[in-house]
Structures are given as structure tokens and as C-alpha cells.
């Protein structure tokens, strides 16, 4: 009986299929599959994304950042494109330094190392240990409840993240307030410092960084982050002691600004080559693990376009342009100087294409754009599945490339997005995180798409 299950579920997915409206478009079709089977066997994407991890983190600012400004120029040398530059924009420049924090309980005899990151851009403690009781809020209402009580004591924000939620970037958004604006909060009431549980889906002892924020007419307090162990770890122990207190010393600081660099290199169109369609991703990352995921991935699926249209001989009649942003991840200062050249310069950009959550699975493509070019775009999904993506539905697009105006499309890559948050802004974010054949599907579903509407227009 089992054997027939197949032929007939093959029967009637053909008869399916059949009835959605194909595109008879058999040259792009021919062009999507030979951009797949390119990538899937030059790996040219995952051999580059070795040489950028090897370099290793690049928060902006570190000599690191400027050794991957150079890669990344030299790799758009490498392939002849029509034009290579750099555009210049001021950068904050955060280092980390020592961290240590210490779980003081009298009371129960224990004394206990907690692992943390400092947030980015934290204050530090300036040599001191920073010794105060603990406050444990699940919320800022809770918080506001406490009010005074907080004066000279650390705020914990132990926010489990909602693990509920299929999609783990609306599991990330709901927990990542309390890390970027905790502090801000805190400060209203007097708060010594803030630790906060990590925004990750692992459950395990490594904690998270990412950015937080200050506001001007505010104290600076110090901000850390606890791994999701360590949180429920420090919860139970207030609750046998409330005295508990901890000890900090950080040695993070602001230096003073210094300059980094978008990385931008185009294959001019052959036919409309005022018509631009911009690949994109940031080329900053944190500065724990080596930002293989985040934004590594991006970067390499970005470069990896350019590559296969140059080795496959694809001459766009739009023009393509990939830009490498700076400063994503505490400041986005090179999104801002590119929107500011775009408006200030006559291309029109007609798409703008961000990959900003990894180097995994394609899934499908996020797009804000009128109702019209969404029938357009929708109607290419046929061609488009054979590079995997399965679907493109209005929603965001990416950090980056959102800062543009006047963009008929402005679209952000979507891949599977269950580990991300398991790696994103951590000690995991490491290259053999990344699978190969994951990662070229992007970089083709990327391409695949650019070509398409390099080809047809929006
Ligand atoms: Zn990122």
C-alpha cells in the first residue's frame, strides 16, 4: 500500500503546481539553477566568510574593524568590479576591558564568580568595586513599583526569553528593551547598575553583549549581562537571601571617536545603469565570538553576489551595488553616512536587499513596497524556489538598508531563525557554526533575486 503514497502524492503536487501561475521564463530559470549549483559548488562565500573570522571580531574602532575594512576592499579588488570605494563616517569606539562580578550572600556563607559581558557601551567602574544589594524586576512596571527602594542598588531584569513565540526575532524583540533601555529606567530611580538576563534561546552559561543606552540628563550606570543559567541561578539564591548583594568591576570606556569606512564596489548595468539594486550587510560586529553569524554572513553572502555574477558572466542591465555598512551594531553611523550620499547623489536605488540574521537555511525574502510590486515580485516565486525561497511577504527589511528613502523595494533576506539566537552576540558566534551548503543557498537565493529584478525592473 506504501508504495503508491509516492506516484500519487507526486500526481497531485503536479496537478497543484501546474495551476499557479507559472512565469514561462525558461532563460531565468535556466540562470537561477546555474547560480545555485555555482555556489553550492565553489563555496566561494564560505571560504571567504573563513578569512573574515580569522581576523577576528571587529567591533568598530578595534584594529580588528580595520583589518576587515582592508579584506574586504582587497575582495572586491580581486573581481574587477567597475567601481571599489570607501566612504568615511565617524564611529564610537567602546572597549571592554576586565570584568568580574562577585555573588556576595552572608547570610547563606556563599560566594560565588558570575560570568558576564559588559553591554556595549557600558560605563565601567573605574578601578572601583561597585558593591550594592540586588533588585530582581521581571518588568519596568514592576520596576516603577519599587520605585525609591532602587536608589544605590543593582536592577536584575530577569526576562526569560518567549520561548513560546515561533518567531524567535519576535521572542528577541520582546526581551531586548530590558538590555537596551534598562538602564535609562534604572537610573530614574537612583540604580547602582543593571544586570540583565541574556536575550538568547540557549540555555547555558555563556552570556550575550548588545548594545545599550543611555540618556543624557541621566546618571551612567554600568549595565551587564548574565547567561540564562546564571540568572535563574542568581533569582533562586535572592529568594532564600534578599540581602544578597554583588560586587563589580568593569574596566569598559569610551574612547574618543575614531574613523571607519562603508565598503562599497558595483557591477554597472548594461542597460539602466542609473537603476541601482544594493546588496547589503554590516561589516562591524560585536566583540565576543567572531561574528560569523552576525553579521559575517551577510558580509560574505553580500560579496558572494558580485562573485557569481562576475564568474558566471552575468552582465546586469541594472546596476549592482554592494555596500558593506559600519557600525550596525552601536551606532549604525554607516547606514546614516550612505543615506545621506544616496540623497546628496542622483542614483535612483530601486532595491535594496539586507542579510542581517545569518548565514542559515533560505527561507524566504521580507519586503516593504507598494501592493503592486509585491504581485510582481510574488509572481517570480516560482523561479525564485528553486533557490529555495519559499515565500515573499511584506515586512521588514534590515538596519541598514531601512535608513533609505525612496526605494520602490527595500527588502530584508530571511533564513531559518531557530539556533540565531542561540549564537547571536556571544562566545558562539564562531565559524564552524556555519554550515557551507546553508550558507551558499543564501548567498543564490540572494543573487537569484537580484538578478531578477536586475533583468525585469521593478
Ligand atoms: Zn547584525
Redesign the pocket.
Known amino acids: 500500500m506504501k508504495k503508491f503514497i509516492f506516484p500519487v502524492l507526486v500526481f497531485f503536487t503536479t496537478v497543484l503546481f501546474s495551476q499557479t501561475p507559472l512565469i514561462n521564463d525558461s532563460k531565468s530559470e535556466e540562470v537561477v539553477k546555474k547560480i545555485v549549483s555555482t555556489s553550492l559548488e565553489n563555496w566561494t562565500s564560505y571560504k571567504w566568510l573563513g578569512e573574515l573570522c580569522k581576523i577576528g571580531p571587529r567591533l568598530s574602532g578595534s584594529d580588528n574593524s580595520v583589518k576587515a575594512i582592508k579584506w574586504a576592499k582587497a575582495k572586491m579588488e580581486s573581481m574587477e568590479l567597475d567601481s571599489v570605494w570607501l566612504q568615511p563616517c565617524k564611529v564610537p569606539h567602546w572597549i571592554r576591558g576586565e570584568e568580574r562580578a562577585l555573588l556576595i550572600s552572608d547570610k547563606l556563607n556563599l560566594y560565588k564568580e558570575l560570568k558576564i559581558t559588559a553591554l556595549g557601551g557600558s560605563v565601567g567602574t573605574e578601578g572601583e568595586k561597585l558593591i550594592a544589594q540586588v533588585i530582581e524586576v521581571r518588568n519596568f512596571d514592576e520596576l516603577k513599583k519599587y520605585g525609591d527602594k532602587i536608589k544605590d542598588k543593582f536592577v536584575f531584569y530577569n526576562v526569560p526569553f518567549a520561548d513560546t513565540l515561533i518567531n524567535t526575532f519576535a521572542a528577541y524583540g520582546r526581551g531586548v528593551r530590558y538590555r537596551v533601555y534598562g538602564a535609562i529606567e534604572a537610573a530614574k530611580y537612583g540604580a547602582a547598575g543593571v544586570i540583565v538576563r541574556s536575550v538568547t534561546s540557549k540555555y547555558d552559561s555563556i552570556p550575550h553583549t548588545g548594545v545599550m543606552l543611555y540618556a543624557d540628563s541621566l546618571r551612567k550606570i554600568p549595565g551587564v549581562a548574565i547567561s540564562q543559567q546564571d540568572a535563574d541561578f542568581l533569582s533562586d539564591i535572592i529568594h532564600l537571601d534578599n540581602s544578597l548583594q554583588v560586587g563589580l568591576k568593569l574596566g569598559c570606556k569610551n574612547l574618543p571617536e575614531s574613523t571607519s569606512y562603508n565598503i562599497i564596489g558595483e557591477i554597472r548595468g548594461s542597460e539602466h545603469p542609473e537603476e541601482i539594486i544594493l546588496v547589503g550587510a554590516?561589516h562591524d560586529s560585536w566583540d565576543v565570538g567572531q561574528g560569523a553569524h552576525?553579521?559575517g554572513a551577510g558580509v560574505v553572502h553580500s560579496l558572494g553576489v558580485l562573485s557569481l555574477f562576475k564568474k558566471l558572466n552575468i552582465k546586469p542591465k541594472r546596476t549592482i551595488r554592494c555596500v558593506l555598512f559600519a557600525n550596525?551594531?552601536n551606532g549604525s553611523r554607516g547606514a546614516k553616512a550612505y543615506a545621506e550620499f544616496v540623497q546628496n547623489s542622483n542614483g535612483k536605488h530601486i532595491a535594496a536587499i539586507e542579510s542581517?540574521r545569518g548565514g542559515f537555511t533560505p527561507r524566504g525574502f521580507h519586503v516593504t513596497t507598494d501592493s503592486l510590486t509585491l504581485k510582481k515580485l510574488q509572481e517570480w516565486s516560482p523561479l525564485l524556489s528553486s533557490a529555495l525561497i519559499d515565500w515573499i511577504r511584506p515586512g521588514g527589511s534590515g538596519a541598514d538598508v531601512s535608513k533609505l528613502k525612496n526605494v520602490k523595494a527595500l527588502f530584508g533576506f530571511v533564513p531559518d531563525g531557530q539556533r540565531y539566537f542561540d549564537l547571536h552576540h556571544s562566545a558562539h558566534d564562531t565559524f564552524d557554526k556555519v554550515h557551507p551548503r546553508e550558507l551558499e543557498l543564501g548567498t543564490a537565493a540572494i543573487a537569484s533575486l537580484v538578478y531578477l529584478i536586475a533583468e525585469k525592473g521593478l
Do not use: Y
Request: net charge negative; proline share 0%; no cysteine.
Open positions: 554590516h552576525d553579521d550596525e551594531e542581517d
